[in-house]
């Protein structure tokens, strides 16, 4: 069976998981537009450098003081992370970076370039500086006009005819950004080391991965606080609902005053009490008062029916019919006192006698009428009373209980089968537990053994007497002493009842 979890923790967990859908999708596409952007940076820088120092082509100046230009620029401590490769044409090697890594192999970089959309001009855009009311001196591909551009720099031919491409490239134990650009002669290839970007990027992700559990921590407990605030009018209304028992159906949840959601709540749950305490009284009344006016029309019909028997012919079927008629009155009388205390225990009004008993005593008293009881059915009894345990409770309903008890031992027992009396018990408890053997009661039935009126299969027949009250009626005695009456084990062979009452000290 799944565990269900209570509303204020759903409401705690679902904050989080919302929070941190959101967060962490907020989070990835900040981390993914960084990325872009610094590569876009990086990209720029590269294409920039490159057209501000034309003259590595048609021989206007050495490559070796652009390499040192490239340094200048980017910092000579970043020396080895800066690569420089020219290739003709034809493919040959003009000119490559004395420190070029070794297992980064200038083959494998890929020098096809296609042409730009108009001579001279890269639709990617740039990072130039202009000036306010100043010429363009930047590079094509960031013209804001868009336009050709075919002389620059005094007179000299652009030097990008070509559409610039950039890549990673994993080389060296280290990732490489590679710019290639050029025109229909020459291929210039210019790779940075992004290692200081990654490590950049990967420490951004791990400190928002860091931070992201603390924030849904915080999320959480937000949303377990919230919840309780908006649940405390409910606990009002719970404690209220549990302290109501026969004797408190008069109390009623007060309103809160603050949420017109909760105050309607209460008067609607404070109107269904107002209706379940006018049918309780009215039903319980009504118990009391029939059991009551049965009483004396009763006892009426015992006592013709109980002279018309001794002055009937013995023999005759008017005797017969009489003793029939008594049997069944005094059924009757009885049903009418068990529903008579039943109603009385509905309505947290059964009397109780407090004083001092002695269960083993009591228990001794009943001995010499179970053993009468039990004696033509062969059945045994045998008795386990430990002496001096005492309960606070009404002497004479405790006798109708354990009376309950035994006589359904022997009722429900078997021909030659036995019936056990323990007395016992650890602080604060004494406990009387009542076994017999027999059948057992069946599964189905277990559930409603101490409901009103209801026999089990086994016992409807006539030869057990009894009309489904007594144990119902001995478990409101029970409940009105602050014990517990159960059933302990019932299986072919063993029946068990256990009756736990608050020890006295």
């Given amino acids: 069976m799944r565990r269900l979890r209570s509303f204020r923790l759903r409401i705690a967990l679902l904050s989080a998981a919302i929070s941190g859908t959101v967060l962490g999708s907020f989070g990835a596409a900040t981390w993914f537009l960084i990325q872009r952007e610094r590569v876009a940076a990086l990209d720029r820088e590269i294409r920039t450098l490159a057209w501000r120092h034309p003259g590595w082509m048609g021989g206007n100046a050495s490559l070796e003081r652009l390499t040192s230009s490239i340094e200048f620029v980017f910092g000579a401590d970043r020396r080895n992370q800066l ?97 290639v650009l050029g025109n229909d002669r020459e291929r210039m290839v210019l790779a940075l080391d992004c290692a200081d970007l990654r490590a950049e990027l990967h420490r951004l992700r791990n400190g928002f991965l860091l931070a992201l559990p603390v924030a849904l921590a915080l999320i959480g407990g937000g949303g377990w606080w919230i919840a309780g605030q908006a649940l405390r009018p409910l606990r009002s209304i719970t404690r209220v609902a549990e302290g109501m028992t026969a004797k408190g159906l008069d109390q009623r949840i007060p309103l809160s005053g603050e949420d017109p959601e909760i105050d309607r709540l209460i008067r609607v749950l404070n109107g269904m009490m107002d209706r379940l305490e006018a049918s309780f009284r009215q039903a319980t009344r009504f118990g009391a008062d029939a059991s009551h006016e049965l009483k004396t029309p009763l006892a009426v019909m015992q006592g013709e029916l109980e002279q018309a028997l001794q002055t009937a012919v013995p023999g005759s079927v008017e005797q017969a019919v009489f003793a029939n008629l008594l049997e069944e009155t005094q059924r009757l009388k009885t049903i009418t006192r068990g529903l008579l205390w039943l109603a009385r225990a509905d309505a947290g009004q059964l009397p109780l006698k407090l004083e001092s008993v002695d269960l083993a005593g009591i228990l001794a008293e009943m001995t010499e009428d179970m053993e009468a009881l039990a004696s033509p059915a062969g059945i045994r009894c045998r008795w386990e009373l430990t002496a001096g345990i005492r309960v606070r409770g009404d002497a004479t309903l405790l006798r109708q209980v354990l009376r309950n008890l035994l006589h359904n031992a022997v009722q429900y027992n078997e021909p030659d089968g036995e019936v056990e009396v323990r007395l016992g018990g650890e602080m604060p408890w004494a406990e009387v537990t009542v076994s017999n053997s027999g059948p057992g009661i ?64």
């Fill in 442 to 505: 069946p599964a189905a039935d277990q559930d409603r053994l101490f409901d009103r009126f209801f026999r089990s299969d086994t016992a409807r027949g006539r030869r057990v007497d009894g009309v489904g009250l007594g144990l119902s009626l001995a478990r409101e005695i029970t409940r009105a002493h602050g014990g517990v009456l159960s059933l302990e084990e019932s299986r072919v062979g063993r029946t068990a009842f256990r009756l736990r009452l608050p020890r006295e000290a």
């Fill in 83 to 179: 690569l420089l490769l020219v290739k003709d044409a034809g493919g040959g090697t003009l000119y490559q970076s004395p420190h070029w890594p070794v297992d980064f192999d200038p083959a494998t970089i890929d020098l096809t370039l296609e042409d730009a959309a108009t001579p001279g001009h890269d639709p990617v855009k740039g990072d130039p500086r202009r000036s306010r009311g100043a010429a363009w001196r930047g590079p094509p591909w960031a013209s804001p006009s868009g336009g050709t551009r075919t002389r620059e720099f005094g007179g000299a031919p652009t030097p990008f005819s070509k559409q610039p491409r950039f890549s990673f490239v994993d080389a060296g134990n280290t990732v490489w950004r590679v710019g």
